[in-house]
């Protein structure tokens, strides 16, 4: 049966993949859109440190720049390489710059959208760091908006509450 996780996607250095692939076996997935000059943009080292503290765990983070929101993440793909592993540390799979609103929207926000956070609102990403976990089933879990910071209680309890043997 094909998922979410078998969505086609393309890694930051082009090459063609599935958050399946991406993902550690059995794991759940925290989809997040990034940019470089936004001012959330801190919450990558947050981000890094769920993909260190619950990797082991099986948890996989994975980043999706993207430029739609105030043109915060205008830099090429080697750019944004450099400045996430220099600046913060990230070590997590980034993918190629993407649409996550709109006419060009990527498919994997297609379906990702559908999913209402706990206001009970679906629909398009208000901006940067919009974050979306995804069960090991492939079925979008959750859905916590940008100012939510990553080690928010309700963020990491919904982890915590997807990872093998929880």
Known sequence: MSTLLDT?????????????ELAQPSGPVLVVNVASKCGLTPQYKALEEL?????????TVVGVPCNQ???QEPGSAEEIQ??????Y???FPLL???????????PLYRELV????????????????EKFLIAPDGSVSARFRPTTAPQAPELTAAIEALLPGA
Request: hydrophobic content about 30%; charged content about 15%; overall charge negative.
């Open 69 to 71: 929101f105030g043109g």
């Open 51 to 59: 993909a260190e503290n619950y990797g082991p765990k099986g948890l």
């Open 96 to 106: 190629e710059k993407a649409e996550v609103n709109g006419e060009g929207q990527h």
């Open 89 to 91: 540390g990230v070590t």
């Open 8 to 20: 086609p996607v393309t890694t930051l250095h082009g090459q063609s993949t599935t958050l399946r």
């Open 114 to 129: 559908q999913k209402a956070d706990a206001e009970g609102h679906a629909g398009a990403v208000q901006w940067n760091f």
């Open 82 to 87: 450099t400045f996430c592993s220099t600046t």
